[in-house]
Nanobody
Framework: QLHLVESGGALVQPGGSLRLSCVSS????????LGWFRQAPGKEREAVSC????????TYDRPVKGRFTISRDNAENTVYLQMNDLKPEDTAVYYC?????????????????????WGQGTQVTVSL
């Protein structure tokens, strides 16, 4: 069973930066598209960014484009989300996911699909 663990969430002031990490234990991630999703209080989970198996194709939700960067290190079985110029509206629990459905299939919906794997989430709070 693929097990994903997120880390790096914290309380940060507006304009600050954070780097989230998601590491797999037990299984290699190089055959999976990977993605970051978030869920704010009272809102539905939404796709933030996804990356294909080789790392050369990425997608970004419009509100984060230009501020967030997704990357992966297949040798370390890790996916990252570098978040810059954070805004209060970025406050949410951030989840990583792994899927065999491809980068566009993964980010097409934030609802967990059969065969996908999800982490437990890490809290990001952007506030003064």
């Amino acid at each position: 069973q693929l097990h994903l663990v997120e880390s790096g969430g914290a309380l940060v002031q507006p304009g600050g930066s954070l780097r989230l990490s998601c590491v797999s234990s037990g299984f290699a991630l190089d055959t999976y598209a990977l993605g970051w999703f978030r869920q704010a209080p009272g809102k539905e989970r939404e796709a933030v960014s996804c990356i294909n198996r080789s790392g050369d194709t990425t997608t970004y939700d419009r509100p984060v484009k230009g501020r967030f960067t997704i990357s992966r290190d297949n040798a370390e079985n890790t996916v990252y989300l570098q978040m810059n110029d954070l805004k209060p509206e970025d406050t949410a629990v951030y989840y990583c996911a792994a899927s065999k459905r491809g980068v566009f299939g993964l980010c097409q919906t934030a609802r967990p699909q059969k065969g996908d794997f999800w982490g437990q989430g890490t809290q990001v709070t952007v506030s003064l």
